[in-house]
């Protein structure tokens, strides 16, 4: 018999799919321990007892897998709908997944992977990720409408603002958008492959974002992003792709002056929850005493000036600040230092190369000061 009550990892799998519609098979690490997550999918496709907080009791399958290789994904049964139904998400769901049908081509697919793997990520992170639980965005009038506490809205959420498809965001790879108290988060998905950006459809998407914040939770501008990859391989090579470009505006650091790389793995999921339960001045005044803050008044970008080292704060992860450390000190004969976690350091080593010398932090550490659990 499975128990099928809030918080039970069933429970947290079905609320899941109600948002994604299908997740990857490959990535079912994301949602815990692995082996008991596939040993738990294994049994949901095929009929099993479960059993809810009332008291009672079905027998039904509520899984089934489609697809194969690195496209196969879990997704809800045809014939367990009907739990949706206990977590209000059947109209929702129904619209979002073209009532229970799925396109087979590889482009559909692959988006709808990033898009559940985000999902995935910022639901472990404790952030808010149920459409059908959040207010609607509106394109109308200005007036905050979204919750003070963390909250991602899916790319589809944003896409369909006023019932219309938006069209300044369909050359864009975004995934979605997290919204927090005074600030917003673009969300991109790159998975194993370097971030491909599409240009101006870069800067049209976030024109589009900055307007929805603007009208809808009291933002003016959205200058950031958080750019989820497989590993910190992933953010060498995006930074590879990136300065290659030959056309300087096409790149991301053009589009976002502070993307934040989070590796999809458990210490990604713990920096995530740094950047959306906290903010960047409270971090920075843990670290550094105040007086040997440069308060953004330097020649160029660093945090803090002590005994003649020049010091930036990687802990975010922002890679667009990194780019612009690194450009303003090579040819300078500067003493430079990089502080980050050691899940950090080999990355930052490899970028930066001769020009600083790396400091790591424990993660622990920066969570007690923050005053954030450890998951």
């Known amino acids: 018999m499975i128990h099928f009550r809030p918080g039970s990892q ?7 799919l109600s948002v994604v519609g299908e997740f990857p098979m490959r990535s079912v690490r994301l949602l815990g321990r692995e082996r008991v997550y596939k040993t738990l999918i294994g049994k949901l496709t095929s009929p ?51 009532k ?3 396109p087979g081509d590889a482009a559909h697919r692959e988006r709808n992977f990033r898009i559940a793997e985000a999902v995935a990520v910022c639901m472990a992170a404790q952030i808010e990720t149920r459409p059908y639980r959040l207010p609607v965005l509106q394109n109308h009038m200005i007036v905050h409408i ?24 369909m050359y864009s790879r975004m995934a979605g958008a997290i919204f927090m108290t005074g600030k917003c988060y673009a969300v991109y998905n790159t998975r194993g492959a370097a971030m491909k950006w599409n240009g101006m459809g870069e800067f049209k998407a976030r024109h589009n974002l900055s307007e929805i914040g603007r009208l809808n939770a009291g933002i003016q501008d959205v200058d950031s992003a ?32 502070h993307i934040h790389f989070v590796p999809m793995n458990d210490f990604g999921i713990r920096l ?35 005994d003649g080292v020049y010091i930036l704060s990687h802990l975010d992860g922002d890679i667009a600040r990194l780019i612009r450390f690194r450009e303003a ?13 050691e899940e950090q350091r080999q ?12 400091k790591t932090i424990g993660l622990g550490d920066i969570e007690e000061a923050l005053g954030l659990e450890r998951r």
Not at 10 to 16: A, F, H, I, K
Not at 50 to 75: Q, S, W, Y
Not at 272 to 281: A, C, G, M, P, V
Not at 329 to 341: A, P, Y
Request: hydrophobic share 40%.
């Open 10 to 16: 069933v429970y947290r799998l079905v609320t899941l």
């Open 48 to 98: 099993q007892v479960l059993r809810f907080d009332d008291g009672k009791e079905t027998r039904c399958r509520l899984l089934t897998i489609a697809g194969r290789g690195a496209g196969k994904a879990v997704r809800l049964y045809k014939g367990a709908l009907f739990f949706l139904s206990d977590l209000s998400a059947t109209e929702y769901y129904m619209n979002a997944f073209w």
């Open 100 to 102: 229970h049908r799925f």
């Open 146 to 169: 979204v919750p003070s506490k963390p909250t991602f809205y899916p790319s589809r959420s944003l896409k369909q603002i006023g019932g219309l498809e938006m069209n300044k965001t």
């Open 226 to 257: 958080i750019l989820f990859g497989e590993s910190y391989e992933v953010a060498v090579r995006t930074l590879d792709a990136n300065r290659a470009r030959a056309h300087p505006e096409q790149r991301f650091d053009s589009v976002y002056a």
């Open 272 to 306: 995530l929850r740094i950047l959306t339960h906290s903010d960047t001045e409270k971090l920075l005044s843990v670290l550094f005493p105040k007086e040997s803050r440069s308060m953004g008044q330097g020649v160029f970008e660093y945090d803090a000036y002590i």
């Open 329 to 341: 000190i090579e040819g300078r004969r500067l003493s430079c230092e990089v502080l980050c976690v």
């Open 347 to 358: 990355f930052v080593q490899s970028y930066l190369g001769k020009f600083a010398t790396i």
